[in-house]
């Protein structure tokens, strides 16, 4: 099993990589699910752009691009995610910086799991258990940390 951050094309953020990897596995085990090969690219707007272009033929910004790669119980995949997006939904949710990307990992890990956003249904049962994992795993750890 293993969790990578990877800062491409963006300055590197501060994170706390240990914490990340205990929260993405306690969620992968909350979820009867096991851990395997997970990488986390911090990027920015137009760097996710490019690929929503190349990949999935979409001509806009998007917080997050998830590629699967599970095989069985076993969760594995790539999380590409845009800081510049990040930045701009904690401002306009009220949340943190830190908070925010949590929600956004989980959220790309809750895909990978097998979740879906495409319905008003599958979009509620997806930010219920964003929330859930936020407020049982870590919120405490990041809620007062500061927008880098």
């Keep these: 099993m293993n969790i990578q951050i990877i800062f491409e094309g963006i300055k590197p953020v501060k994170i706390d990589n240990n914490l990340v990897k205990r929260n993405i596995k306690s969620?992968?085990?909350?979820?009867?699910?096991?851990?395997?090969?997970?990488?986390?690219?911090?990027?920015?707007?137009?760097?996710?752009?490019?690929?929503?272009?190349?990949?999935?033929?979409?001509?806009?910004?998007?917080?997050?691009?998830?590629?699967?790669?599970?095989?069985?119980?076993?969760?594995?995949?790539?999380?590409?995610?845009?800081?510049?997006?990040?930045?701009?939904?904690?401002?306009?949710?009220?949340?943190?910086?830190?908070e925010e990307l949590y929600r956004v990992m989980f959220h790309g890990v809750l895909h990978l799991i097998g979740y879906n956003d495409k319905t008003k249904k599958e979009q509620f049962e997806m930010r219920q258990k964003e929330n859930f994992y936020l407020n049982e795993l870590i919120l405490d750890e990041i809620k007062n940390d500061a927008v880098l």
């Design 27 to 98: 969620l992968i085990s909350s979820e009867l699910k096991e851990s395997g090969n997970i990488f986390i690219i911090l990027c920015s707007d137009l760097y996710l752009l490019e690929i929503n272009k190349k990949f999935l033929k979409h001509d806009y910004y998007t917080d997050i691009i998830t590629f699967n790669y599970c095989e069985g119980n076993t969760i594995s995949g790539d999380l590409f995610i845009s800081i510049d997006r990040v930045r701009e939904n904690a401002g306009n949710f009220k949340s943190t910086f830190m």
